[in-house]
């Protein structure tokens, strides 16, 4: 599945350089800020698809650590991941994950992934809501961050 992903990631970011030439290219306003748009929204789906991604090795890694998990790498949409705990990830939950990630938006990389591993915890734990979320996980990584200095 790492390897699709990285196929979708590289295919999204392609699309998103193309948008982004025929901006540069059109005298129309109108053409070329649809463009720019376009492009934008290219750049959004590949991110959701490294954050999957990332998320998906998260999962790996964990299984491996803890010695526990499937016995073969998770599917991401077509089938449910199970975490090591066994707390099942379905189509759902994972659009909730990417929706709740692609919030984050703008932040530093350091940040996101902080916030991403937070996420992913609070999901297990049954919330599903992609601001509630975000937000939540964000004010653990803070008050994980007051509490080291």
């Avoid at 954050?51 to 991401?76: Q, Y």
């Amino acid at each position: 599945m790492l390897q699709k992903l990285g196929e979708h990631i590289a295919d999204c970011l392609g699309r998103a350089a193309d948008a982004e030439r025929r901006a540069t290219l059109t005298s129309d306003e109108t053409i070329r800020v649809d463009n720019e748009k376009m492009a934008r929204s290219w750049r959004l789906l590949a991110s959701s698809y490294q954050f999957a991604e990332s998320l998906e090795r998260f999962l790996l890694d964990a299984g491996k650590s803890k010695g526990a998990g499937p016995a073969s790498p998770p599917m991401i949409a077509e089938t449910p991941i199970f975490f090591p705990a066994g707390v099942p990830f379905d189509p759902g939950t994972m659009a909730a994950l990417i929706g709740a990630h692609n919030t984050l938006e703008g932040t530093l990389a350091s940040v996101r992934e902080a916030a991403a591993e937070r996420i992913v915890e609070l999901a297990s734990k049954g919330e599903r809501d992609p601001d509630k979320l975000c937000r939540d996980a964000l004010a653990l990584c803070m008050l994980e961050r007051r509490s080291r200095h």
